[in-house]
């Protein structure tokens, strides 16, 4: 029975991990309409910066904010820089996003080394929770916890603030919010920080569960597209219902069948595609 | 007599907002019938509906008495159905020849050849050419579509849509940004078309428009408010009312 | 078509004459080139004809080398048996990956192909029993057509040429034929051709379907080159070298994925010697292409000298 607990906890707690990287990949999409293939690059690096941080400063959260900070100015530079520079070449602007992943990669792998880096848990979450005759990580209800709140706060500010207004204009329609008048250029680049920052600080969060690895980008970039495709292009809930239900599927079948871990993956994407080509509560493009 | 096309109940939406409201209407094979309304009425909308580009959201649309709503775009071109488009829509990098060839390759059997060249279809050139010809284009054939004017570009539509030999052909704004002289040439190729093609058309420019056009169908918010002969229209109160109250 | 008569005949006098002229590094690394060409090549019909982004191609590479090998190594079979399965069986998985991608066009069909060939790679890494994962696949042998052994470079580079030249001749055909014609249609003016009565999805699935099958081409020269198969060669980077070796060349025409190809191979196995870190410059190298450089190094250079010529 404890397996189960556990299990359901590593669940919630990737699907948490994935909600951070899969809400910025999803808003990037569906407001700058760029598959952002950096993004697990990006958390790769908020994840090794993160660790290196944590030498000068004690708390995981404060170099979570600082480290994210640091991943949103890179993407903020690397949005205006480079990306602006090819807007009507999309395949362009994914393949750029790619060689930067690349060069992140191993800009990753000459600073840091190849070796994996491990990310203390926090201390006050270091003791496991018992309730009711079960033991529970605590860091991982954390994490939980964390993407829950994060969610809500999209959530806001998205639905209730100017900035979320003149975002959700724009991913409805992109030639009437700049008619209107709506600052599109320094709106593209606020999101692109957004985005990257919440990879960036993900990455950190997911530190102590993950460690910081070269291969760590490639590995979370394949879920976080799938929990796209599955929750839908540019849809909050649709990333955060995604990510769920990837983190249970991915974790549940690396558990029970780890050599078919990603053939299992597989399945909820292919179902979705096959009835709803936009996934769960993506729109029509 | 089987009408060439006949709408009816056709409704649809864009998120609470009805572009087709409840529209019903009857051409009968042959006629010239002229679609007009002010701007946002749903004309173009109509058309899409009609070639199958946007689905509809209830009502049937019937062929020379077959149902057609459910079938994909191209489907609807083998049963006959051609249109031409508002914005143009050409192939901007081939040659005036190759548009039209693409045309002639959609209901020709032998677009799903993979393995000989194009180039020994000698026949399809050639009809190709004399496509060309009905429109008044074949000293151009060889030219790129970007290197000729407006007026022969909105010309090379509909010579990719006579290439179809359609039973039922749509024009969707034929005259939009012609000169005079341009639309009188215009006009004439329109009324050359032959008796065995029934022609829809939308516009805008009335003036010529109206003496092509047999019977009219006045659009609003979507809706038919009036279709009759072209005095009937013209002659009628809401006509004014649509066209003066705004 | 008379015109290219010529300059075609002579490349084909060197490339049947190099082996005599070149030592062996140089006639592995043109082997290396003619495989990495069919796989561009191949791409191309998705990507510069049909305006399908795909990175996903290396799928296809591996799917093949995968099957051939594991049928060699588990059954014993022998190549005359082991090609036609490897092929049938990824042109099979084309057919299913292009039912799942062509939901979506533009960058849907990206992400789709991209998702569909990260699960084969992460299956290829993960499914030790069958692929023994990170280790790759051993103690493979290369085929002997008639007889002939191709474990020397010499005989070896001739097998690729013929496969290559047939595999581009199959490829140049399809492009210039009324289906290839109707693919670019679907590629300019999509909604066009639906009108015009072209099924546009029927089209890009077909084609999808006959790239597959020539990336399972290069997937089987690779193999048999190699003489082994890691997971590496279905991952991102394979597709994306893939992609780059498009793009470099110049998408859009038959010679572009080659020159790409023979660029791409040349970088990798050159600079690779000198720069530890291959896959930032690999990076730059497709930042600087897709920005300076958007259809293509022959283009681009041809746009560069006009420059320097004018000053």
Known sequence: MQFWVIQTLNSLSLGGLLFLLAAGFSLIFGLLRIANLTHGALYMLGAYLGASILNYVPSLWLAALAGGLLVAAFGGLFERLILRRLARNELGQVLVTLGVAYIIADFCLMVWGGDPIPVPTPEALQQPLEVAGFTFPSYRLAVVAVAVATGIALYLLIERTRLGAMIRAGVDDMQMARAVGIPVSRLFTTVFCLGAGLAGAGGIIGGPIMSAYPGLDFDMLPLALIVVILGGVGSLVGAFVGSFIIGFVYTFGIALFPQLAYVILFLPMIVVIAFRPRGLFGRAT | ?246 | MKSRVAPLAVLAILLIGYPWLAGEFYVNLTSQIFIAAIFAASLNLLVGYGGLPSLGHAAFLGMAAYVSALMYLHFGYAHWLTAPIALGATTLMACVFGLIALRATGLGFLMLTLALSQVLWGSAYRWVAVTEGDNGLRGLTRPAPFGISLDDSVSFYYFALIVTAFSIWMIARFVASPFGTALKGTRDQPRRMGALGHNVWLVRWITFVYAGFWGAVAGLLFVYYNQYIHPAALSLTSSAEGILAVIAGGSGTLAGPIIGAAIVVILKNYVSAYVRYWNMLLGFVFVVIVIFMPDGIVPGIRRLWARVGRR
């Open chain 2, 1 to 246: 007599m089987t009408p060439a096309l006949e709408i009816s109940g056709l409704k649809k939406s864009f998120g609470g907002l009805p572009a087709t409201n409840n529209v019903s209407l009857a051409v009968l094979p042959g006629e010239r019938r002229l679609i007009i309304g002010p701007n946002g009425a749903g004309k173009t909308t109509l058309f899409n509906l009609i070639t199958g580009d946007l689905p509809r959201d209830r009502g049937t649309i019937r062929m020379f008495g077959a149902e057609i709503q459910r079938l994909k775009p191209h489907q609807r071109a083998h049963r006959g159905l051609a249109r031409t488009y508002q914005i143009i829509t050409l192939f901007g990098r081939d040659t005036l020849e190759h548009n039209v060839v693409l045309s002639l390759l959609g209901l020709s059997a032998s677009r799903w050849n993979a393995f000989a060249p194009l180039a020994a279809y000698a026949h399809l050139y050639a009809e190709a050419r004399r496509v060309l010809g009905l429109v008044g284009l074949e000293h151009l054939g060889h030219r790129g579509v970007g290197e000729v004017a407006y007026g022969d570009r909105r010309r090379l539509e509909i010579a990719l849509a006579l290439a179809q030999q359609p039973k039922l052909l749509l024009l969707d704004e034929p005259f939009a940004g012609l000169s005079r002289e341009e639309r009188t040439a215009m006009k004439q190729l329109i009324a050359g078309i032959p008796r065995d093609v029934t022609v829809v058309m939308i516009e805008h420019d009335m003036d010529t428009a109206l003496d092509l056009a047999e019977r009219i169908t006045v659009l609003h918010y979507g809706s038919v408010i009036v279709e009759g002969t072209r005095n009937e229209v013209v002659a009628d109160p809401k006509t004014r009312e649509v066209y003066l109250g705004d």
